[in-house]
């Protein structure tokens, strides 16, 4: 048997009586067409998931009797990734690649060189992509998305989350020590700053490193702003060797 389809229970809805609501009820019956009697996963962002049995449907509820219920905890090494912000159609491929990598949270901030202006909050379809790409891989928790207007000045002296290692990636050649996975193997927060489409400016790099940032590199190539986001996240998949 095949593994269960997955449906997302906002947090403040994940207690019983539990049941799927909106487009997640609209999605199990409607489209996949599930029945009475079938077994969904559903989960809530946080850790928190299980396998239920669906109860009832109807047009806008679908009902689900808990089989199981898991909670996964909060990774030991946590990564933050944070992008200078893009105008870019491969945004949802690096939201959607950051939660299959295991990203603990994703930071969007305003660089000099971003395509745009970054939206007041974060877009109710950054999350849509995020919950999509739980689903597929099987993950229960999301990573936070946070969003930084004032850019690196603001960004570089950001007392939290309480980042214990922060490191700059920057493509300028006299950087020559690489980020490597023991550079992100340690206990708590790590954030990891990449720029944007365009790279970073002299200017804001000596604002990351002033603050304290450890200037690294990841090779000699120029790497677009979602690669080099990933290969970060790749390394730091690599450093975690309980995958947590």
Do not use: Y
């Not at 669906?54 to 990774?75: G, H, K, Y």
């Not at 990351?208 to 690294?216: C, K, Q």
Request: hydrophobic share 45%; glycine share 10%.
């Amino acid at each position: 048997m095949g593994r269960p389809d997955a449906f997302f229970l906002p947090p403040e809805a994940f207690a019983a009586p539990f049941a799927l609501t909106g487009g997640e009820a609209n999605h199990c019956a409607k489209v996949l067409r599930k029945r009475p009697g079938e077994v969904v996963r559903a989960f809530d962002g946080l850790g928190r998931d299980g396998l239920f049995t669906i109860t009832a449907i109807s047009r806008s509820c679908v009902d689900l009797e808990p089989i199981s219920i898991d909670e996964t905890p909060r990774p030991e090494r946590r990564l933050h990734l944070a992008a200078g912000f893009s105008r870019s159609a491969r945004r949802d491929f690096f939201l959607e690649k950051a939660v299959e990598l295991g990203a603990a949270g994703i930071v969007f901030w305003q660089a000099e060189h971003s395509q745009g202006k970054m939206p007041d909050a974060p877009k109710e379809a950054w999350t849509a992509t995020l919950i999509a790409a739980a689903k597929q891989c099987g993950a229960a928790r999301l990573p936070g998305i946070a969003l930084f207007p004032g850019g690196a000045a603001a960004l570089a002296v950001a007392p939290e989350p309480a980042w214990v290692r922060r490191f700059l990636l920057w493509e300028d050649p006299a950087v020559s020590r690489p980020l490597l996975p023991a550079d992100l193997a340690e206990p708590g927060d790590t954030l990891c700053v990449v720029g944007p489409e365009g790279g970073l400016t002299d200017a804001e790099a000596s604002l990351f490193v002033n603050a304290g940032f450890v200037p690294a590199t990841l090779g000699s190539r120029v790497l677009r702003w979602e690669t080099a986001a990933l290969a970060v996240l790749a390394i730091g998949l690599v450093a975690r060797p309980d995958r947590g």
